[in-house]
């Protein structure tokens, strides 16, 4: 710093004494930004604000301090990154930014239209904006409107790739010889590949989500494979919901609902394949299931069930149906609730109770 001369000295006094200012300035932008992305829908890995180290705006001063008449001169002395999961997020929140804040278009910058055709580098978003008076407005701090911040805009594997590169290359001073600069780049470009495939197969599944969907709702579910994704859009459409009515009726009882995901290891392991599969599954035992849970509530005063009682007793009366016994009923309730000797309890009970019912017969 004492290399300073006396112009750029002078910069380095004015940031001192306005670091009160900067400060607030500081929390102020983060909570801002925090809100523009909140009520914009936008999920983030991380918002994160700096003011610049004083020693790192001397090396700055020292470097280009001709630049600049005084501190609000230097553009980045407070600075804010926002962190995104995937490279078309970073799109979506320059739009927000360019909506939100007032941007210096002569300082900002977008580092990925400046690459080589023949060499790889982070890329990043760059805006040099303003708060605009619309946003916040103190007459007592006019400062915060006059102030300008960098703001950078990248993924999460640009945000490492930037910190290693930094890390690597600028940490020692010493230059990095030729081979090294090469492996360097190699690495880069794999990164971008790796964070553009995950863009991309991100917006494949959505799009394979939007047609099991599509197909759930025109109802062509021998198309559907059953899996995780498809399975919970079918439970979107509660396709339990008037077994489980005709359940609650029995005691006029009122259906809280649980979660149903579990149930699809056990619909497979019935060997449910498709979506259709587990809808004929129900139509051939919802009257023995409701047969069951009537004659399981007929003696009781329990006014509030699970919403999993419909889907439950039809896999009790399948295993059942197949020759499972008490033995495939305690493998069920391990599934549902985990393994434990409970389990086998439950299971003994069960099948006591359905050795009243009819379809035991069929067993």
């Not at 306005?18 to 523009?36: A, G, N, T, Y």
Request: aromatic share 8%; hydrophobic share 40%.
């Amino acid at each position: 710093m004492d290399t300073l001369d006396l112009h750029n000295q002078l910069i380095l006094d004015e940031y001192d004494a306005c670091m009160p200012v900067l400060q607030r300035f500081e929390r102020v932008l983060h909570h801002i930004l925090s809100d523009v992305l909140d009520k914009n829908g936008l999920a983030v890995i991380a918002v994160t604000t700096r003011i610049k180290q004083k020693d790192s705006l001397a090396g700055k001063l020292a470097a280009k301090g001709h630049k600049y008449s005084s501190l609000t001169d230097v553009t980045d002395v407070v600075g804010a990154r926002i962190i995104t999961f995937y490279t078309d997020e970073v799109d979506r929140i320059a739009a927000v930014t360019e909506q939100s804040f007032d941007i210096d278009w002569e300082n900002s910058v977008d580092k990925r239209r400046l690459h080589d055709l023949d060499s790889f580098g982070y890329n990043s978003l760059h805006y040099i904006c303003r708060l605009p008076r619309t946003m916040i407005y103190d007459a007592d701090c006019p400062q915060l409107n006059e102030m300008r911040f960098e703001l950078q805009i990248r993924t999460n594997l640009q945000h490492a790739w930037a910190s290693l590169n930094h890390d690597i290359g600028y940490k020692t001073g010493v230059e990095i010889p030729h081979e090294y600069v090469r492996q360097i780049n190699r690495l880069a470009g794999m990164l971008e590949m790796v964070d553009d495939e995950f863009s991309r197969i991100r917006t494949e599944i959505n799009d394979y989500r939007r047609r099991v969907q599509q197909l759930v709702q025109n109802d062509k579910l021998e198309d559907v494979l059953l899996d995780g994704d498809t399975f919970n859009s079918f439970l979107q459409v509660r396709p339990f919901e008037k077994l489980n009515r005709r359940i609650a009726a029995i005691n006029q009882a009122e259906i809280r609902e649980v979660p149903l995901g579990g149930y699809l290891k056990v619909l497979i392991a019935l060997g449910c394949r498709t979506l259709d599969d587990v809808v004929q599954l129900s139509k051939k035992y919802s009257e023995d299931a409701y047969a069951l849970a009537r004659y399981q509530l007929g003696n009781t005063d329990l006014d509030i069930i699970a919403s999993s009682v419909g889907i439950q007793n039809i896999c009790i009366v399948c295993i059942l149906e197949q020759g499972g016994g008490k033995i495939g009923l305690t493998r069920l309730f391990n599934a549902l609730n985990g393994e434990g000797p409970q389990n086998a309890l439950l299971a003994e009970q069960t099948y006591k109770q359905a050795l009243n019912m009819p379809f035991m017969s069929r067993s």
